[in-house]
């Protein structure tokens, strides 16, 4: 190691890729499942860090998390990102506080199974994933695109009380500086939306943050052409001075062979749900994000150097339109207004860009794979409006010296030309190497029929099940107390015919851990089939469902709660496919089994009832006065519902969101769901839901996880589309475990 009065930058860059960067790149896969937060925390390469940053200049205003500086050495620049996670006053601010909360707890990354894809879900802090990302994604699409920035390697400094995270990287340039027609622009959009497919293909990328700040040029020589191929046989031909620059990948998810790298911070701001559905895949958001944007920018004049922003207005409106396939008699206004969290933001409701838009069959916005080969098609009329003369390489060579851009089915090699001096045919990702990218738009309805399963609602409570208000109900919900019943219910079931579904290929299948239903079924081998959310889990962690859970690859074993652990029972998959309702003690029987609990049905008999519920262990309620708010326990020696544990029961004497499977006489499989909360429904206590189980039959029953966890999902056979009953649960929501019985592809 130089002594710090000699570093040079480059002689650092090297020490920097030989001792930490390059095991990244060279074993991707193997380091993401195993690294350590403290390889990144080696004290020379900080100490060498902290050195070039006393040397560089300071670059623009301190942002939210951190600071910019450049530093030149033999006529290279790098700029030096310092991200401050517990800087002064962070306390005032909520996402700087969750992250310098998340340094101080001792940085965990969170390594997760996740059965269904087969991967790794590794829940690291974003101030990681950030150049982990970024260092990955450079290196992994460099052949395929010069959109990404390169960034040479970063240390962490715990040690260092405002928890600094130092990052060294490239040089570029606001995107602003060139942009000056709509050449340029057209050209800017296409350049980052290539990106966006590429880093797609090679690893389900979702950036989940491009705002305008993050986007930036890097300049290019003059004279240097680009060719990139389009997924239709066609050629784009692009002859700048700059290639547009995807930056910051704190917020991004990026999958790899094995593992699924994504931030363990969700972005939440206080009071409301979590915004980015969790950092599942979804191939629109980031070109959504990209589109209004710039649609922002151009209404307000914020390219200085373009005047001709009028035209702007009307190339942004035309590819904003063909983006959403919006037809020309539909206001493009009311759907930006719909899909948008905040009208004065940028952020789009990630769910509401594949849900279903006013009924109109037609909505389904782009992907970027889709959305190329319609900025092709616009560069494509443009050219045949111009009517040149001219044909093959001549033509080329006029229209990108004239516009520097051309669309044609040929690769030409115009180097030979004056004034370009050299070319670049970037490649194609082939099959082998491209992810599965397949996405299905979701839908809300609310009966079904297919195959062997039949699904239906009914909006009100059934007979034989109770609808007065029990002195153990102590979280009511206003139209409870209102009308003093539980009448106003919704209530779904699913019946399947799991004997008959056997000879059409359906089988039941356990799957774990931070799996969302609604992301289940974009698996392209599900034919068809339906799942509900099972266990109860570890949702302030690692996910793993409680109990004894174990499937033909996977097997863990978290202890059920001691307070409930007497009633809990499981659901097993025997040898023969059939699924089954056992006994706790009897879980080693099986090869496939999962925990939950309680049982509400033994043998046609009532476990769960009211007698039972009035047991304070069944029961919590929340503060009621300040001085409760932190308080376990209250004074009446009810539990407060605040504090409950992941497998604890004592919600169940009040009404909520309820999920059941239970097994009729003829060996059905019933899914029951009770929407609550007062969304629609008023929801149920644990009672209830026994008597309703029985009301349909149930031989036995069990209850799975309830609340916000309860739904089901479902795929028909030969649709491209996901479909789901509740209209007020359009999110996505990670599971500790599911129950799934779908028809697979053949292998």
């Given at each position: 190691?130089a002594?710090?009065s000699?570093?040079s930058?480059?002689?650092?860059?090297?020490?920097?890729?030989?001792k930490?960067?390059?095991?990244i790149?060279?074993?991707?896969?193997e380091?993401?499942r195993y690294?350590?937060?403290?390889?990144?925390?080696?004290p020379?390469?900080?100490r060498?860090?902290?050195l070039?940053?006393?040397?560089?200049?300071?670059?623009?205003e301190e942002?939210?998390v951190?600071?910019?500086f450049?530093?030149?050495?033999?006529?290279?620049?790098?700029?030096i990102?310092?991200?401050l996670y517990?800087?002064?006053?962070?306390e005032?601010?909520p996402?700087?506080?969750?992250?310098?909360?998340?340094?101080?707890?001792?940085?965990l990354?969170?390594?997760?199974?996740?059965?269904?894809?087969h991967?790794?879900?590794?829940?690291?802090?974003?101030?990681?994933?950030?150049p982990?990302?970024?260092?990955?994604?450079?290196?992994?699409t460099?052949?395929?695109?010069?959109?990404?920035?390169?960034?040479?390697?970063?240390?962490?400094?715990?040690a260092d009380?405002?928890?600094?995270?130092?990052?060294?990287?490239e040089?570029?340039?606001p995107?602003?500086?060139?942009?000056?027609n709509?050449?340029?622009?057209?050209?800017?959009?296409?350049?980052i939306?290539?990106?966006?497919?590429i880093?797609?293909?090679l690893g389900?990328f979702?950036?989940?943050?491009?705002?305008?700040d993050?986007?930036?040029?890097?300049?290019?020589?003059?004279?240097?052409?680009n060719?990139?191929?389009?997924?239709?046989?066609k050629?784009i031909y692009?002859?700048f001075?700059?290639?547009?620059?995807?930056?910051?990948y704190?917020?991004?998810?990026y999958?790899?062979?094995n593992?699924?790298?994504?931030?363990?911070?969700?972005?939440?701001?206080?009071?409301s749900?979590?915004h980015l559905?969790?950092?599942f895949?979804?191939?629109?958001?980031?070109?959504?994000?990209?589109?209004?944007?710039?649609?922002?920018?151009?209404?307000?004049?914020?390219f200085?150097?373009?005047?001709?922003l009028?035209?702007?207005?009307h190339?942004i409106?035309i590819?904003?339109?063909?983006?959403?396939?919006?037809?020309q008699?539909?206001?493009m206004?009311?759907?930006?207004?719909?899909?948008?969290?905040d009208?004065?933001?940028?952020?789009?409701?990630?769910?509401?860009?594949?849900?279903?838009?006013m009924?109109?069959?037609w909505?389904r916005?782009s992907t970027?794979?889709?959305?190329l080969?319609?900025?092709?098609?616009?560069?494509?009329?443009f050219?045949?409006?111009?009517?040149?003369?001219?044909?093959?390489?001549?033509?080329?060579?006029?229209?990108v010296n004239?516009?520097g851009?051309?669309?044609?089915?040929?690769i030409?090699?115009?180097?030979v030309?004056?004034h370009?001096?050299?070319?670049t045919?970037?490649?194609?990702?082939?099959?082998?190497?491209?992810?599965d990218?397949t996405?299905?738009?979701?839908?809300?309805?609310?009966?079904?029929?297919?195959?062997?399963?039949?699904?239906?609602t009914?909006?009100?409570?059934p007979?034989g099940?109770?609808?007065?208000?029990?002195t153990?109900?102590?979280t009511?919900?206003?139209?409870?107390?209102?009308?003093?019943?539980?009448?106003?219910?919704?209530?779904?079931?699913?019946?399947?015919n799991?004997?008959?579904?056997?000879?059409?290929?359906?089988?039941?299948n356990?799957?774990?851990c931070?799996i969302?239903?609604?992301n289940?079924?974009?698996h392209?081998?599900?034919?068809?089939?339906?799942a509900?959310?099972?266990?109860?889990?570890?949702?302030?962690?690692?996910y793993m469902?409680?109990?004894?859970?174990k499937?033909?690859?996977?097997?863990?074993?978290?202890?059920p709660?001691?307070?409930h652990?007497e009633?809990?029972?499981?659901i097993?998959?025997?040898?023969?496919?059939?699924?089954?309702?056992?006994?706790?003690?009897?879980?080693?029987?099986?090869?496939?089994?999962?925990?939950?609990g309680?049982?509400?049905?033994?043998?046609r008999?009532?476990?769960?009832?009211?007698?039972?519920?009035?047991?304070?262990i069944?029961?919590?309620?929340?503060p009621?006065?300040?001085?409760?708010?932190?308080?376990?326990?209250?004074?009446?020696?009810i539990?407060?519902?605040?504090f409950?544990?992941?497998?604890?029961?004592?919600?169940?004497?009040?009404p909520?969101?309820?999920?059941?499977?239970?097994?009729?006489?003829?060996?059905?499989v019933?899914?029951?769901?009770?929407?609550?909360?007062?969304?629609?429904?008023?929801?149920m206590?644990?009672?209830?839901l026994?008597?309703?189980?029985?009301?349909?039959?149930?031989?036995?029953a069990?209850?799975?996880?309830?609340g916000f966890?309860?739904?089901?999902?479902?795929?028909?056979?030969?649709?491209?589309i996901?479909?789901?009953?509740?209209?007020?649960h359009d999110v996505?929501?990670p599971?500790?475990?599911?129950?799934?019985?779908?028809?697979?592809k053949?292998?």
């Amino acid at each position: 190691m130089a002594t710090p009065s000699l570093i040079s930058v480059n002689r650092f860059v090297k020490i920097l890729f030989e001792k930490s960067t390059n095991i990244i790149i060279q074993t991707t896969d193997e380091f993401l499942r195993y690294f350590p937060v403290n390889y990144f925390q080696n004290p020379e390469l900080i100490r060498d860090f902290k050195l070039l940053l006393s040397k560089s200049r300071r670059l623009g205003e301190e942002s939210g998390v951190g600071r910019i500086f450049e530093i030149t050495d033999g006529g290279e620049t790098f700029v030096i990102k310092e991200s401050l996670y517990c800087p002064k006053g962070y306390e005032q601010k909520p996402l700087l506080s969750q992250l310098c909360t998340m340094a101080i707890s001792g940085d965990l990354v969170f390594r997760l199974p996740n059965t269904h894809v087969h991967k790794t879900i590794v829940l690291a802090p974003n101030y990681l994933v950030e150049p982990l990302v970024g260092i990955i994604l450079y290196n992994r699409t460099l052949k395929f695109t010069p959109s990404f920035m390169k960034i040479y390697g970063f240390q962490y400094d715990l040690a260092d009380p405002q928890k600094v995270t130092l990052m060294i990287t490239e040089k570029l340039r606001p995107i602003n500086e060139y942009i000056t027609n709509e050449f340029r622009f057209i050209y800017f959009i296409f350049q980052i939306t290539y990106a966006l497919n590429i880093a797609q293909r090679l690893g389900r990328f979702v950036h989940y943050d491009l705002h305008r700040d993050n986007i930036m040029a890097r300049p290019k020589r003059t004279g240097k052409l680009n060719i990139y191929p389009l997924q239709n046989g066609k050629y784009i031909y692009t002859l700048f001075d700059f290639d547009a620059v995807i930056i910051d990948y704190g917020h991004t998810r990026y999958e790899t062979t094995n593992t699924i790298l994504a931030p363990r911070l969700i972005f939440r701001p206080p009071g409301s749900r979590e915004h980015l559905d969790y950092y599942f895949f979804n191939p629109y958001y980031d070109l959504f994000s990209l589109l209004y944007e710039n649609y922002k920018k151009i209404r307000d004049m914020q390219f200085p150097k373009w005047t001709n922003l009028a035209l702007g207005m009307h190339i942004i409106n035309i590819l904003f339109r063909q983006f959403t396939n919006l037809p020309q008699d539909k206001n493009m206004q009311d759907l930006i207004t719909h899909l948008l969290m905040d009208p004065n933001g940028w952020r789009p409701w990630p769910e509401r860009l594949a849900t279903e838009y006013m009924n109109m069959d037609w909505y389904r916005v782009s992907t970027p794979a889709e959305f190329l080969i319609k900025i092709g098609d616009y560069i494509q009329q443009f050219v045949e409006e111009q009517k040149s003369q001219l044909h093959g390489k001549e033509k080329a060579l006029a229209f990108v010296n004239k516009y520097g851009i051309y669309i044609t089915d040929q690769i030409y090699d115009l180097s030979v030309y004056p004034h370009i001096n050299s070319y670049t045919v970037y490649g194609d990702v082939m099959e082998k190497e491209s992810m599965d990218t397949t996405y299905y738009n979701y839908q809300f309805i609310d009966h079904e029929r297919f195959d062997n399963i039949v699904i239906k609602t009914v909006d009100k409570m059934p007979d034989g099940v109770r609808t007065t208000i029990e002195t153990f109900n102590h979280t009511i919900p206003e139209s409870v107390r209102s009308t003093n019943n539980y009448n106003r219910q919704v209530i779904h079931l699913a019946t399947i015919n799991q004997l008959t579904g056997r000879s059409l290929g359906y089988e039941f299948n356990f799957d774990c851990c931070r799996i969302d239903l609604r992301n289940y079924f974009q698996h392209a081998n599900i034919m068809s089939g339906i799942a509900v959310n099972a266990s109860f889990f570890n949702i302030t962690g690692n996910y793993m469902p409680v109990g004894y859970f174990k499937t033909h690859d996977f097997f863990s074993d978290e202890k059920p709660p001691s307070l409930h652990k007497e009633v809990y029972g499981i659901i097993a998959i025997k040898k023969n496919g059939l699924l089954v309702i056992d006994k706790y003690e009897n879980r080693l029987q099986y090869d496939q089994v999962l925990t939950s609990g309680p049982i509400l049905i033994a043998n046609r008999n009532p476990v769960i009832t009211v007698n039972v519920l009035r047991n304070p262990i069944w029961q919590c309620r929340n503060p009621i006065n300040p001085a409760e708010t932190r308080q376990l326990v209250f004074a009446d020696g009810i539990k407060n519902c605040n504090f409950i544990q992941p497998g604890e029961l004592s919600h169940g004497a009040n009404p909520s969101p309820r999920t059941a499977i239970a097994i009729d006489a003829n060996q059905q499989v019933l899914i029951i769901y009770v929407e609550g909360r007062d969304q629609r429904g008023s929801g149920m206590d644990l009672a209830q839901l026994a008597q309703l189980c029985l009301r349909y039959g149930a031989v036995n029953a069990i209850n799975l996880d309830g609340g916000f966890s309860s739904q089901f999902v479902w795929k028909n056979p030969g649709e491209r589309i996901i479909n789901q009953l509740n209209p007020t649960h359009d999110v996505a929501y990670p599971l500790g475990s599911i129950i799934s019985y779908i028809k697979k592809k053949p292998v």
